[in-house]
């Protein structure tokens, strides 16, 4: 079949997912056509993506969250307002994803949570049959555990993942851990996706502690903890368009810019991972046996959900704030989950396949028509 991805471009993990899953499919036989990928400003997409996607990336505007300034996490008001002004530009896009689609006339879409993906199938009607993939969809399994007194957050953001994968095939919820599916919703559990380069790392147990955030202005909470401890060697990530590749803070404070390779290199390596609780991040630590402590970012209900999940899939521990402490009360609790979670991921592979490999029939009646027209 031939394949075109729709990918939400914030954050790492929807980016990382299309590879692991490109990589999946054409040892299938399949062929990724294509990856339709949203940006925003001051949000530049990964090199790593487009130097392992195989496949032609086309660009679109897409919305994305705006954050406070110093680490104080989402603005909902700016966010909501700048969205609404930026509508027609928003609208252009709609129109531009439906141009390639006709351009590329793929025999399946997958949408990897992309804000456009329900808006398109309801207003184009292509035919063209859609699966969306995201952890997300997992929120709206029944059995999944929210944080408590959050039923307005819940229906908000399940409204979210609704309106992503209106009028679908299907949604393949990932899963730290294995649940039952739920197809009277159009939910099929699915372990996580993971790049091939995770699976072929190392790990050795390091001194060091590894910090990931989404958003540099989170680097502050790191600072103001690194400054009353010095002696702990610290490396962090992040997306600082101003910092150079590598900016030493001090003997044992180093930030990086965001390089595949190398993150996944020290991750590896070091002693426990601190992230923003984002499911990629969380995921590929598991794999690798590494304890995590999960920060949501406020007012992200979205990460709060991720950090509770992977606390009870056995991950490590949620933090409120980048106070490190907790996760060195936390390191001599810890119970290594990795030969679980590792035996859950590589049954992925096989079910990926069969999930897709559903739509084949279909495709192959429509390409008859299409013919005979």
């Known amino acids: ?14 980016l990382t997912q299309a590879i692991s899953l490109g990589q999946v499919l054409r040892s299938a036989g399949h062929k990724v056509v294509g990856a339709m990928v949203g940006t925003s400003p001051g949000r530049n997409i990964p090199s790593f993506f487009q130097e392992q996607i195989f496949a032609p990336v086309h660009h679109f505007a897409a919305p994305n969250i705006i954050y406070k300034a110093q680490g104080g996490g989402m603005n909902v008001g700016r ?12 609208l252009k896009s709609l129109h ?40 997300q969809y997992l929120l709206l399994h029944p059995k999944f555990i929210f944080p408590e007194h959050s039923r307005v957050n819940q229906f908000l953001i399940n409204l979210n993942s609704k309106s992503t994968s209106w009028l679908s095939a299907n949604r393949l919820a990932l899963s730290f851990r294995e649940m039952p599916s739920a197809p009277n919703l159009k939910i099929t559990v699915v372990p996580p996706l993971l790049r091939k380069e995770v699976t072929r790392l190392i790990p050795q147990k390091g001194s060091f502690i590894l910090v990931y955030m989404t958003h540099h202005s989170l680097s502050t909470q790191v600072i103001d903890w690194h400054r009353k401890h010095k002696d702990v060697q610290l490396h962090c990530f992040w997306d600082n368009p101003d910092a150079s590749e590598e900016f030493v803070f001090d003997s044992t404070l180093t930030f990086h810019q965001i390089n595949s390779e190398k993150y996944l290199r020290m991750l590896a390596n070091c002693r426990a991972l601190v992230t923003t609780a984002g499911f990629e991040s969380v995921c590929e630590a598991m794999y690798l046996g590494k304890p995590v402590m999960m920060v949501p970012v406020p007012n992200h209900f979205e990460q709060e959900c991720n950090a509770i999940d992977g606390v009870i899939s056995g991950a490590g521990v949620m933090s409120r704030s980048f106070d490190l402490s907790v996760i060195f009360d936390y390191l001599p609790k810890h119970i290594d989950q990795s030969e679980k979670f590792r035996d859950w991921y590589h049954r992925g592979h096989q079910m990926f396949v069969r999930e897709i490999a559903e739509f084949e029939k279909s495709i192959d009646i429509r390409r008859k028509i299409q013919s005979e027209i």
Do not use: W
Request: proline share 5%; with cysteine.
């Open 79 to 90: 966010t909501i307002a700048t969205h609404l002004a930026h509508l027609p530009k928003y």
């Open 96 to 135: 531009r994803i439906h141009e390639t689609v006709r351009r590329i006339n793929p025999d399946l879409i997958v949408s990897f949570y992309d804000t456009y993906g329900g808006l398109y199938n309801m207003i184009y009607r292509s035919g063209i049959p859609m699966v969306c993939i995201a952890h």
């Open 1 to 14: 079949m031939r394949i075109l991805f729709l990918v939400q471009g914030e954050g790492r993990g929807h």
